[in-house]
C-alpha cells in the first residue's frame, strides 16, 4: 500500500514561506508544533531545505531523506532519492510520510497529498519561496488552534489540518 502523504508547512498570508533559503520568521510554538506533527514519522525534504536545516544535521527520531538531482550520495543520516518517483520507492513501507519542502517539493506534491499540516501566519512577509496556491474547495478544516497571545510575534497564527475530500 502506498504511504498517506502528509504536507506539513508554515505560511504567510501572502502564501510567503521562505526567503535567501531560510524561513521568514522564528516561531518557537511553530518548531514544537512541527516537532510533533513529525516526530517518528519519515520526512522528505528538497535539496535547498536540507541545506537551511541547521548545521545540515537530520532532525532526530525521524526518517530524513532528501530529493536531489546533484548531490552524489546522501549526507550522513539522511537517505537520497534522485526524483519523486524514486523517493516514492524508499518509503513504500511507511504508513505516513510528510513532505517538510521547500516550495518546489511542495508545488509537485500538492495535488498527491491527502493531508495538509498548515501553519498560518496572519502577516504578509516579503519572500522568494511561496507556498502553491491551495483550492480550498478540494479540502475540508479539522483541526484548528488560534494563537493570538504569543509574546514572541506581534501577529496571530493558527495551526490548521486539512484532509482530501
Ligand atoms: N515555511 C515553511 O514551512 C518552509 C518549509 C521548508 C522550506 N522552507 C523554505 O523554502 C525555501 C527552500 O525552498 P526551494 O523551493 O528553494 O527548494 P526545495 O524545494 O527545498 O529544494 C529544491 C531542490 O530540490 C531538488 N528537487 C526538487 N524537485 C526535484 C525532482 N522532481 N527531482 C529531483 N530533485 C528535485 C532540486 O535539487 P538539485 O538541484 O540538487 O537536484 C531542487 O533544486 C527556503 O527558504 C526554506 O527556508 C519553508
Redesign the pocket.
Known sequence: MKPKISI????AKNRA????????WHISNDLKHFKKVTSGKCVV??????V?LPGQKALPNRRNVI?????DSAPEGFELA???PKAMELVQNETEIFI???????E?FLSKADTLYL?RVEKEFEAD?YFPIINFEEWELTELEVIDDDPQVDYSYRFETWERK
Open positions: 506539513v508547512v508554515a505560511m514561506i521562505g526567503k535567501n533559503g531560510q524561513l521568514l525534504m528538497g535539496h535547498n531545505t536540507y537551511s530529493i536531489s538531482d546533484r548531490l534522485t526524483s519523486i517538510m519542502g521547500g516550495g518546489m517539493i511542495y509537485q501553519t519561496t
